[in-house]
Nanobody
Framework: QVQLVESGGGLVQAGGSLRLSCAAS????????MGWFRQAPGKEREFVAAISRSGGITEYTDSVKGRFTISRDNAENTLYLQMNSLKPEDTAVYYCATRNGYSGSSSPHEYAYWGQGTQVTVSS
């Protein structure tokens, strides 16, 4: 079993930056592909970014390409999401999740363990 704890959310003005972290417990972090998802009020949870076990393969939803960067530090059991040029429409609760397999996926149904989420609010 893996426990995930997100941090780094907060309130930021449009155009600003935030860096989210996801700390994983246990020794199996490097065995999982990882993903970031977000959920705004009244909306379904949506895919943001994913990264392979080694970190060599990344993928992003179109709306964040060129602004967000997903990365991981397997030695520190930590996943990151660097978010730049934030927009009000990025406002949501952000979740990290694990996926069995080498690479990530945009489907939340393919992820097994989830964190509790961290709130990101972007003001206009």
């Amino acid at each position: 079993q893996v426990q995930l704890v997100e941090s780094g959310g907060g309130l930021v003005q449009a155009g600003g930056s935030l860096r989210l972290s996801c700390a994983a417990s246990g020794r199996a972090f490097s065995r999982y592909a990882m993903g970031w998802f977000r959920q705004a009020p009244g909306k379904e949870r949506e895919f943001v970014a994913a990264i392979s076990r080694s970190g060599g393969i990344t993928e992003y939803t179109d709306s964040v390409k060129g602004r967000f960067t997903i990365s991981r530090d397997n030695a520190e059991n930590t996943l990151y999401l660097q978010m730049n040029s934030l927009k009000p429409e990025d406002t949501a609760v952000y979740y990290c999740a694990t996926r069995n397999g080498y690479s990530g996926s945009s489907s939340p149904h393919e992820y097994a363990y989830w964190g509790q989420g961290t709130q990101v609010t972007v003001s206009s």
